[in-house]
């Protein structure tokens, strides 16, 4: 049974800092990312890397400021997110491919976590 379980979300200020995990069980994957839904608005491409090479890929919106990474030998995905702002509040969700996705399409991810909320306060 696939799992992914998103940790790490919370209320910070803006400009401050957070780090999102996600632990994933089940299987391999070829992909995975983050994706976040604001409320009244669709869900989002925010970044996503390959597990097995370099790639990665990122939203305008957060580059610069948020990095993905993952940690194969634990099944874990990290997002940091550094210089917060209110527009990055959200319910962030981690999400996994299972064959070769387009990295930043919503649609080509077959597997999703329950969501992590982000409260940025100005």
């Known amino acids: 049974q696939v799992q992914l379980v998103e940790s790490g979300g919370g209320l910070v200020q803006a400009g401050g800092s957070l780090r999102l995990s996600c632990t994933a069980s089940g299987r391999a994957f070829v992909a995975m990312g983050w994706f976040r839904q604001a409320p009244g608005k669709e869900r989002e491409f925010v970044a996503a890397i390959e597990v097995i090479g370099p790639v990665d890929a990122y939203a305008d919106s957060v580059k610069g400021r948020f990095a993905i990474s993952r940690d194969n030998a634990k099944n874990i995905l990290y997002l940091q997110m550094n210089t917060l702002k209110p527009e990055d509040t959200a319910v962030y969700y981690c999400?996994?491919?299972?064959?070769?996705?387009?990295?930043?399409?919503?649609?080509?991810?077959?597997?999703w976590g329950q969501g992590t909320q982000v409260t940025v306060s100005s």
């Open positions: 999400a996994a491919a299972s064959s070769a996705p387009t990295l930043s399409i919503r649609s080509d991810y077959d597997y």
